[in-house]
Structure formats: structure tokens, C-alpha cells
């Protein structure tokens, strides 16, 4: 069948480019290999330049694939079903780019992207390792390209096409019986993208997250070429940037993830111990374990098995954290909310086609590894840096676990899950982590390699260690850090934690002042260490003096039982100042002023009670995309220099969009009459002609009536209402007076014979326009971003160094 | 014995202590009818709105009082109390993940995190309603 106002040139290019890619680069890879195996120069170097040729081939098909790609969702090709299910016409040009990395295939395409600049980048500067290191680059670009080709093979699917055309995913749909089904209504919009992405931090995050992936890569390929081709300690030098690149961009990936979700999620914080988040912090972990043995093994020549087993298993384990976040085996316990999209065997070859020939062919050559056979001195930098390495691999390992108890559940058939307090199970143990990694990373400074005097080690770490003593004290003593929830225990280790943080950041700061002579250039690993201090600083204070705001203080008795209910959440009225322990807090009004008139916005007004300060938040809620009824959430922060306050909006009436459905009733009334409503009644007490008083200012020339009426709930509270009937240009109206406490509205409608008179009364929730709110103060979380930009800086400059020592070492040679 | 190796050991011995500890507090997957005989101790329930019962959340009284019914998977019906606000679109839920722990009749949720809600997506998990819906007009 022929279908008019299809578009099918670009999902042809496309599909044809993505074949090309994984052939192209399966050539290149095999090209490379044989290349490395050869023993003949000539051989070796015309089997390299098919190799560039390969990759060079595959690249430019990849990036074309990301064009087509880019090119279908920007034009609004609703006939490709990628278009359809992640745009929408309405959607700012800004969120193009995150309607691609909002599906599976999108984001394999981006990290395909970013191999290929990382192929080419090493296609430069790997010098001899090119060929092997390639032979790796290569072959996981051909992997990339086998998750994004969707073709089925003995019923199996291979991948997924992002340029599936709707009507072939909606195969059984009537609508695309109909040849014109393009100019059908409901193939003119998309889906559009999920409404939590709609954040500038997800234009950004995606992208760096992926570099911070692909790049893994490399140290892990620089160490199979170095067990490929028995130079074992060859290459650690030249890789020690790519090791300092990956670990500074997946570190800002992992906490530009953090930022998003502090900014737009509502589980109160930027860490959740979310399995999704630590699949991704886990590698780094191991990451980092492997860059601290890789510069030990440069400076002493210890810890070289150490580094091969740390970046085979940090990329494993990047392959390991894309199968749990893509597989559906989270289901149950994250809240991101991945399906199985049917590539689940394919994810999990993929782990094991690095994962085993990898780790099988470092057990083979583990014996021929150089290592030395002298232990290091235990006042020697590298034993205490090896240590280090050592808890962070153990940590890993703890974190690994327990995110992967799905897994587990899945192959040994059991049924375990994480308590109803997630986070203490993972910070009781973290928190002792912290400890020993905070004084390692201040004290292994201080000691030299091979052999420290003790005398030099001694009176260097005095003064460092004297500072940080004080600082840290006068922190836990004026700090205000009494976070019992878990008893003493913890306090204690809190405060042991801080310490350590402390000492970690006055020491790499003084180590720069004193060891280095305030040589910011070669500083790059006092910096970092500084930066990460600080984080640890920034999360121990704003998480153990983290406060609800919120507590519900407004005097509206509670049905509950037991005291250990957490009340987390405040009503407010609108217009009906409220009392919030240090605030006075009014609901000013809500608004959806947003264009697309998708966002709804709350207008909180905060009074600080004892200074004069005021201010304004606007938490607001987005419209749920795809069909889905119903919104999310996106709270709004007022950002201090030494706290935020952060407020979300929990349940606000106008969110069901319920139409009010009660109906006024008549009763006619003497005074002292009585009505009854379903929590009490209703006494006329009197009738006052032009009355003047708080509420009303009539004159003697109006005809105005008012009722004076008592309402008496069955708890026995008593409110009044003055509902008015009044004649403006010969004709009555009238102004109706509520009672909001007990939802009730009163209006004085007609004045009837014999000194009766008509009231109208209406019992109804939805009365009253409310929000409820909940108010969290996270203090010195500004600590966390700014230790984190630090290390991230350090990080960058370390990376800056050492290319500058490796490109002086060769001009030496 | 280097003192690498007795470093290791420490290691080995404070990793087993703390995979115990983390053990320890682990909870498991039960029934209603499993967690009733289980009452007091914190349990993960996977289980999905019963519709015939009705739902009270009425946050001008009080935000942090949600009371629902569950029905689990075997046919077990139980009242679910969560101290905190209801999440949106639950009512649309097709499996909710409770982590809580019975007392008496009722499943008590004490933990913000205690409920997880998961919603099906339109479109991948009913193909037909995608159809239907591309087929109106």
C-alpha cells in the first residue's frame, strides 16, 4: 500500500547508516586486531590504515544516523514512531536534543557519538598502542551500532530501530488501514516528552553522563592492549590522562544528575541511594580506585595487577549499570520507572563479550605482570594509597550488592528487599566509609613514596592536623548537629565523619601552601582532594541538619494515633496567613501563565517572623505528558549563602479537575429558626437593616439586610457568617458569606413574607482554593556544589599536567 | 604474614560484619497473609488498588493521612495507612510496592519512600488503547 505524506528518505538513510556503522566498524576492529598480531611492520601498518579507514567510515555513518534522527523529531515526522512517542508540536526547540536521549536507542546513539570522538581523539595520540587500543574502540562501536539496529534474527530482536515508523510499531491499529492516515487528526501531535526531562539540566546532564561512560572505556582498552601485547607497564603513563578525564567527566555527570533531581524531583534531597543512581556512581568508585593504583604504579612500580583488575572491572561494570537502568529488573525498587524493552539477553552479552575475555585473559597473563616483591613501607604513600583503592573497591562492592538485590532475587530465587529506610541502610555503613577516606585522603599527602622519616611526616602533618582538631570542633560544638533519629551511635559518627572531611580539606590545603610551595600546577591532586572534602563536608551538615519546615501547626485536630508520625505537610487557605515554625506563610494565588499552559504555578509568600526578611516561591506542577492524566511535580528553591529552603507542593485541590457539584437548598427562616447540615447546625440569630460594622459599610440611603448567622459544628466549635441581601439599581442581590472551617457557604437570597427569610446553604470541598505544602531547609547544601565544582576542577587540572609531562617525556626522548 | 595480608583479613572480617548488619535489616517480599503472620516486622508488599473500597485523603483536615485498600496478588485484601501525601496518580496505578508493617488489620507505612507507584505507561503496555486512541476521529 502506498501511503501519501510519508516521509521515508530519512529512515532509510538513517537505517542504512546504522548497518554501515556496525559493519564498518566490525571491519575496523578485526583490521586493527590482526594489525597488533602482526609481526611484519608493513603488514602491521597497512592493517591499521584499513583500520582508519573502517572507523573513520563508521564514525561519519553515526553521526548521519544522529542527523536523520535529530532531523525526524525537529520536523515533526509523526509518521516515525520515535517522533511520536518523544515530541510533541508544543515543545520548546530548547528539549530537541532531550526527546533523543529520552528513549534507549537515542541515548546508544549518543554514546556511539562520543566513542567515535574518543576513537578519533586516541586515533592521534595513542602512538604505538593505536592498533590494540582501536581493536577495543572499534569493537564496542560495533556493539553500539548492534543496539540500535532492530532487526529480528530467529525471532529474536537485535536492538532497537529509532526509526521505526508508527504504523509498523502500532501494527494491528485500524487507522493505518487508511492510506491518508498522515492527514488523520490524530497523527498531527505527538506524545511529547516526558514532562520531568523538560529541565535544563537534562539538555546537559545526558551528554556528559555518556562521555563520562564511553570514556571509561579507555583506560579499560589501554589495558587489554597492554595484556595483548605483554608491554604491561607501557602504557599507564601515557593512559593517566584518559584515567583523570573519565573519572573528572563521570563524576560531573553523576552530580549534574544529583542537581537535577535536588532541583526537580521530590524525594527532598539530591541523593537517594536510587539502584539508578548508584549503578553509575559504583564504576566511578572502582574508577577511581584504578587511578590512584595507575599513579602508584607510575611513581614506585607497585599495584600494577591492581590497575588492570580495577579498569576491567570499572567498564564492565558501566555495561553492568546500562543493563540494570535499561533491563526492568528495577522495577520495584526505583523510581525511575524502566520497562524491559525486549533486548534484555542482548544487554547482558553485551556486559559479558568485555567482561570475559577481558577477565580471562588478565587471569592468563596474571603471573608474567610485573610486581614487586619487596611490601611497601607502611610509611610510604603508595601502602596507604593502595589501601585507599581498597575501600573504595569494597564500597563498590557494597553499594553493587545492594542495588543488585533484584538481581539477585532473579537468579538465586529469593525474595529480598530493601527495609522501608532506604537511605539509613546505605548511610550507617557509608558513614564509616567517609571516616577512613576523609583521613586518608588528608594524611597520604604528607607521606612521601618508598620511604617517608618520620621526623619530615611528623612535622608537616602537625600544623594541618591541629587546624582541622579546632575547626571540626568548633563545628560539633556551635554547629547545632544533634541528629539523634538514630540514636548516639551515629551522632557520634557523624560528627567523626565531619572531622575527617574537615581534616581532609585544611590538609591538601596546607599541603599546597607547604609541600608545594603554592605551585597551583602541579596541585591538581590537592585539589580535587580539597573539592572532595568539601562534598563530604556539604553532605554531612546539609543531611544531618537538614529540617522540615513544614510541620503541621495549624491547630486542625488530627484523627491519629501513635507520636512518631511524621507530619510532614502544611495546609494553607489561600489568602489565610499561616503559622510554619519560623515563618508566617500565605498561599497567594496559583496561575498557569506558562505559554503551552502546561505548568501550573503556586504563589507562596514566606515572612520570616523575627526579621523582616519576605520572600516568594513558586512551586509548581507540569501537566503530564503522553496521555497520561494528572501532574508531576517541580518544586522551587530560595537559595541563601548558608542554606535553601526548598518547597514542593504536595496536593493542591485544583489539581482534580473536578467540577463542584453541590447544590444550594432553600430553607425559609424566622430568627431563632434552626437548619441542620451534616456536622451540626445553623441558628438565624437576628436580621440587621444597613448595618455598619468590621465587614460592612452601608449608609442610610442603601436597603441592605444582613443575617446574623451562628453555625455550630458537632465538636462544639461556634463560627459566624453574615450573609448579605441588598437592592442596587432596583434589582436584589446578594453576597454570600463561608465558612470555610466546615465548608459551608451561606447566602441570604430573598426576604418572604411573615418575617421569613430565605437563606441558601451549600456544603462543598471544594469551597475553598488550598494548597498543602511541604517546606524542607537544607543548610550548607551550597558546601556540596561548590567541593564539587573544586574537584572537578582539580580533576581537569591533574588531566592538564599530565598530557604537558607526557608530550616533555617524549621530546626528551 | 605481610601486613598487607592482615590489613586483607580485617577487610574480609569487617565486610562480612557489615554484609550481616545490611542482612539483618533487609526485608522480604510476603503476601498480606504472610506479613499478618509476620506483624511488627517491616515487609515489602507488592500488590494493587482494591477499587471497591474507597480511598480517604482529604488534606484540608489533614496532608499527611492517606488511607487506601490493597488487594495482593493471591487475592488478599488489607487497609494501607501512609503518613505522608498521597502520590500523585495513584489512582491509576496498576502495582503499587508497599514497605511498611502490619498492625492488626492494617499495613502501616511509616517511611516516605514506603509506597512506590507504578503507573502503566498508555501506550507500551496496552497496545490496543495506543490503537483505539490513534483511531478515534
Redesign the interface.
Known amino acids: 500500500m502506498d501511503y501519501p505524506g510519508e516521509h521515508l528518505v530519512p529512515g532509510q538513510l538513517g537505517h542504512f547508516c546504522v548497518t554501515l556503522s556496525m559493519v564498518s566498524s566490525l571491519v575496523a576492529a578485526v583490521a586493527y586486531f590482526v594489525s597488533t598480531r602482526s609481526s611484519n611492520i608493513q603488514d602491521a601498518h597497512g592493517w591499521k590504515r584499513l583500520g582508519r579507514w573502517a572507523f573513520g567510515v563508521s564514525g561519519i555513518s553515526v553521526l548521519t544516523v544522529f542527523a536523520s534522527l535529530l532531523y525526524v523529531v525537529a520536523t515533526h515526522k509523526f509518521e516515525y514512531y520515535y517522533a511520536y ?1 518523544h515530541s510533541s508540536r508544543s515543545l520548546s526547540p530548547k528539549y530537541l536534543l532531550s526527546c533523543i536521549w529520552e528513549g534507549q536507542e537515542g541515548s546508544f546513539l549518543l554514546w556511539s557519538i562520543w566513542n567515535i570522538v574518543l576513537g578519533c581523539a586516541l586515533m592521534r595520540t595513542s602512538k604505538q598502542w593505536e592498533a590494540p587500543v582501536m581493536g577495543v574502540m572499534s569493537t564496542m562501536q560495533a556493539m553500539l551500532a548492534t543496539m540500535v539496529l532492530g532487526v529480528y534474527v530467529f525471532g529474536f530482536q537485535i536492538g532497537k530501530n529509532p526509526f521505526l515508523l508508527t504504523r509498523e510499531f ?1 501494527r ?5 488501514n487508511l492510506p491518508d492516515y498522515m492527514s ?4 498531527q501531535d505527538g ?1 511529547g516528552l516526558n514532562q520531568l526531562l523538560q529541565n535544563y539540566w537534562m539538555v546537559i546532564h545526558p551528554p556528559i553522563l555518556f562521555l563520562g561512560f564511553a570514556s571509561t572505556i579507555v583506560p579499560f582498552a589501554y589495558a587489554i592492549a597492554g595484556l595483548l601485547t605483554k608491554k604491561f607497564g607501557g602504557w599507564t603513563k601515557q593512559a593517566l590522562p584518559w584515567t583523570l578525564f573519565s573519572a573528572c567527566i563521570l563524576g560531573t555527570g553523576i552530580m549534574m544528575g544529583a542537581a537535577w533531581a535536588y532541583e526537580s524531583l521530590t ?2 534531597g539530591y541523593w ?1 541511594w536510587d539502584p539508578v543512581e548508584n549503578a553509575s556512581l559504583v564504576p566511578w568508585l572502582v574508577l577511581i580506585a584504578g587511578l590512584h593504583t595507575q599513579v602508584v604504579y607510575n611513581a614506585t612500580g607497585h599495584s600494577l595487577r591492581a590497575t588492570y583488575f580495577f579498569h576491567i572491572l570499572t567498564f564492565s561494570l558501566i555495561l553492568y549499570a546500562s543493563y540494570l537502568t535499561k533491563s526492568g529488573d528495577l ?3 526505583s ?1 525511575h ?1 524502566f ?1 524491559n524493552s525486549g533486548t534484555n539477553w542482548q544487554l547482558r552479552i553485551f556486559i559479558l563479550l568485555f567482561f570475559l575475555p577481558a577477565i580471562g585473559l588478565f587471569i592468563k597473563r596474571y603471573k608474567q605482570i610485573p610486581f614487586i616483591a619487596k ?2 613501607s ?1 610509611y610510604s604513600r603508595e ?1 596507604w594509597m ?2 585507599g583503592s ?2 573504595f573497591f ?1 564500597t563498590s ?2 553499594i553493587a ?2 542495588t543488585s ?1 533484584p538481581v539477585i ?1 532473579k537468579v538465586f530465587h529469593t ?9 539509613f ?1 546505605y548511610n ?2 557509608i558513614i564509616f566509609i567517609a571516616i577512613v577516606i576523609g583521613l586518608l585522603t588528608a594524611i597520604a599527602q604528607y607521606l612521601r613514596y618508598k620511604l617517608t622519616p618520620a621526623k619530615y611526616f611528623t612535622s608537616k602533618i602537625l600544623l594541618p592536623s591541629i587546624i582541622a582538631v579546632v575547626l571540626s570542633t568548633l563545628i560539633s560544638v556551635f554547629g547545632g548537629i544533634h541528629y539523634d533519629k538514630y540514636g548516639i551511635g551515629f551522632l557520634a559518627a557523624i560528627h567523626g565523619a565531619l572531622f575527617a572531611a574537615v581534616y581532609a580539606v585544611v590538609a591538601n590545603a596546607t599541603y599546597i601552601r607547604t609541600a608545594l610551595h603554592g605551585k597551583l600546577k602541579a596541585a591538581g591532586g590537592s585539589v580535587a582532594h580539597i573539592g572532595f572534602g568539601l562534598m563530604l563536608v556539604g553532605i554531612l551538615i546539609s543531611s544531618s541538619k537538614k529540617e522540615v519546615l513544614s510541620f ?1 501547626t495549624t491547630g ?1 485536630p ?3 494515633g501513635g507520636n ?8 494553607l ?1 489561600k489568602s489565610l496567613e499561616t503559622d510554619m515554625g519560623k515563618y508566617h506563610t500565605t498561599y497567594i494565588n496559583s496561575d498557569s501563565t506558562d505559554a503551552s499552559g502546561n505548568m501550573m504555578y503556586f504563589k507562596i509568600n514566606f515572612k520570616q517572623k523575627n526579621k523582616q526578611e519576605e520572600f516568594t516561591l513558586y512551586p509548581n506542577l507540569i501537566k ?1 505528558t ?8 517541580n518544586p522551587d528553591s530560595r537559595h541563601y549563602w548558608n542554606k535553601d529552603i526548598f518547597s514542593y507542593i ?2 493542591a ?1 485544583n ?1 482534580d479537575r473536578r467540577t463542584d457539584t453541590a447544590q444550594y437548598r432553600s430553607y425559609a427562616l424566622n430568627v431563632h429558626d434552626t437548619v441542620y447540615y451534616s456536622n451540626g447546625f445553623i441558628v438565624l440569630n437576628g436580621v440587621e437593616h444597613n448595618p455598619v460594622n468590621d465587614k460592612f459599610r452601608f449608609t442610610p440611603s442603601d436597603t441592605a439586610l444582613m443575617a446574623d448567622v451562628k453555625v455550630v459544628s458537632k465538636e462544639g466549635y461556634t463560627y459566624q457568617a453574615r450573609p448579605v441581601f441588598y437592592v442596587e439599581d432596583n434589582q436584589g442581590k446578594y453576597l454570600v458569606d463561608t465558612v470555610y472551617a466546615q465548608n459551608l457557604a451561606i447566602g441570604f437570597s430573598k426576604v418572604l413574607d411573615n418575617r421569613k427569610i430565605e437563606l441558601q446553604v451549600k456544603e462543598s ?1 471544594k469551597l ?1 482554593p ?1 494548597v ?1 505544602l ?1 517546606v524542607y531547609e537544607f543548610p550548607f547544601i551550597g558546601v556540596l556544589w561548590v567541593g564539587t565544582i573544586i574537584m572537578i576542577v582539580g580533576f581537569a587540572m591533574s588531566t592538564v599536567r599530565r598530557i604537558r609531562m607526557n608530550r616533555a617525556l617524549k621530546s626528551v626522548a | 604474614m ?3 595480608h592482615i ?2 583479613l580485617i ?1 574480609i572480617a569487617l ?1 562480612i560484619a ?2 550481616i ?3 539483618g ?6 503476601t498480606i497473609a504472610s506479613a499478618k503472620q509476620k506483624e511488627g516486622k ?1 515487609v ?1 508488599i ?1 500488590a494493587r488498588l482494591d477499587n471497591s473500597q474507597p480511598m480517604t ?9 492517606l488511607s487506601f485498600h490493597v488487594v495482593d496478588t493471591v487475592g488478599n485484601r488489607a487497609q494501607v495507612v501512609y ?4 502520590p ?2 495513584m489512582e ?1 496505578a496498576e502495582r503499587i ?1 508497599l ?3 502490619m498492625s492488626g488489620n492494617v499495613f502501616d ?6 509506597i ?1 507507584i ?2 502503566p ?5 496496552d ?2 488503547s ?8
Not at chain 1, 512518631?564 to 495546609?571: D, F, R, S
Open positions: 512517542e502500532f494491528n491499529a485500524p487507522i493505518f488523520q487528526a490524530s497523527m506524545q524525594f527532598g537517594a522495577q520495584d525498587t523510581v520507572s520497562a611490601e611497601e607502611s601502602f593502595f589501601i581498597l575501600v569494597l562492592i557494597f550488592t545492594a538485590l532475587n525474595s529480598f528487599a530493601i527495609g522501608n529506610d532506604a537511605a541502610a550507617k555503613i503541621n486542625i488530627l484523627e491519629l512518631e508520625n511524621p507530619l510532614e505537610n502544611i495546609t487557605i503530564n503522553k496521555g497520561q492524566e494528572g501532574f508531576s511535580n504536595s496536593y485541590d489539581m470541598n475553598v488550598f498543602s511541604k | 605481610k601486613k598487607l590489613i586483607l577487610f565486610s557489615t554484609l548488619s545490611f542482612m535489616n533487609l526485608s522480604t517480599y510476603e517491616v515489602t507488592i485523603y482529604d488534606p484540608l483536615k489533614n496532608p499527611n493521612y503518613h505522608y501525601e498521597k500523585y496518580d491509576k510496592v514497605k511498611g508493617k507505612i511509616t517511611s516516605k519512600d514506603g512506590l507504578k503507573c505507561s498508555k501506550y507500551k503496555d497496545p490496543r495506543a490503537s483505539n486512541n490513534l483511531s478515534q476521529n
